[in-house]
């Protein structure tokens, strides 16, 4: 199995800046795809940023030029720094990554457990 850990997330203001982690640990044979989600209360789980292998990248419209999604491979982490954050931006954050434990498994989607990013005015 494929644990992932966010860490990161916590009390901001407006205008602050938050980076979070995101670790994958277990069997681990390769990683596709590495995203982090936002969701807020009452709202659907929205997708922030995503990376691939090639480090192509894909942001949303409302957060492209103030977020930055990367990786270590070496440590099987993704991260999201986060600028210039907005009190719309709270809700909790969490890590999606598709990832295959064999060279032979085709790749599983994981979710971490969330980390709470709270932004003040």
């Known amino acids: 199995q494929v644990q992932l850990v966010e860490s990161g997330g916590g009390l901001v203001q407006a205008g602050g800046s938050l980076r979070l982690s995101c670790a994958a640990s277990?069997?681990?044979?390769?990683?596709?795809?590495m995203a982090w989600y936002r969701q807020g209360a009452g709202e659907q789980r929205e997708l922030v940023a995503s990376?691939?292998?090639?480090?192509?990248?894909n942001y949303a419209d409302s957060v492209r030029g103030r977020f930055t999604i990367s990786k270590d491979n070496a440590k099987n982490t993704v991260y999201l720094t986060m600028n210039s954050l907005k009190p719309e931006e709270t809700g909790a954050y969490y890590c999606?990554?598709?990832?295959?434990?064999?060279?032979?498994?085709?790749?599983?989607?994981?979710w971490g457990q969330g980390t709470q990013v709270t932004v003040t005015e």
């Open positions: 999606n990554e598709a990832v295959s434990s064999t060279w032979f498994d085709s790749h599983r989607e994981y």
């Open positions: 990376i691939l292998p090639s480090l192509s990248t």
């Open positions: 277990g069997r681990i044979f390769s990683i596709n795809v």
